[in-house]
């Protein structure tokens, strides 16, 4: 009978460690997600989003202000359509600027704001009509080479 109730309270701290990993887990993905009753969308085209994923952080001055809401494929122009959504704490301007940016050599994508400098500000299902492309390192390599060949042939 006494190593019944020891493999008994046994069990009950292993679902008790499981349960505390878990509630752990959950707390870490949604440190900083963005309230939707709190925050405002808007859309920004690119023509190359590179490793962009959905909950990217959106940052502006190095903060964080909102997160990638959605990531479509726009069959008209052929472009990504990505949705942010921004914190309504954070009003950008109306001209202000969006690119998709690295952290460091090879860490994680994400979209850098530049406040613009109107006086209107952005409001919810605008469209941030200035961007700037992931930029591809596979490109830069394969841009860097060919110009290197083209310099080492006869003219």
């Given at each position: ?81 990505v ?18 940016l ?33 930029v ?20």
């Amino acid at each position: 009978m006494n190593k019944t109730v020891l493999d008994l309270w046994v069990g009950l701290l292993v679902l008790a460690g499981l349960g505390a990993l878990l509630f752990l887990a959950l707390k870490v993905g949604s440190t900083s997600a963005i309230d939707a009753s709190n925050s405002y969308e808007v859309v920004a085209r690119f023509e190359n989003i590179g490793g962009l994923k959905l909950r990217a952080p959106v940052k502006s001055a190095g903060v964080v202000v909102g997160r990638v809401a959605d990531i479509r494929f726009d069959n008209d122009t052929f472009e990504a359509a990505v949705t942010l959504r921004l914190d309504k704490r954070y009003g950008f301007p109306r001209d202000s600027s969006a690119s998709i940016l690295t952290s460091g050599l090879l860490g994680e994508q994400y979209i850098g704001l530049d406040a613009g400098g109107d006086s209107v500000k952005l409001k919810a299902n605008d469209r941030i009509l200035i961007t700037q492309d992931a930029v591809v390192l596979e490109n830069l390599i394969g841009r860097f080479l060919y110009d290197k060949a083209q310099e080492g042939t006869p003219q």
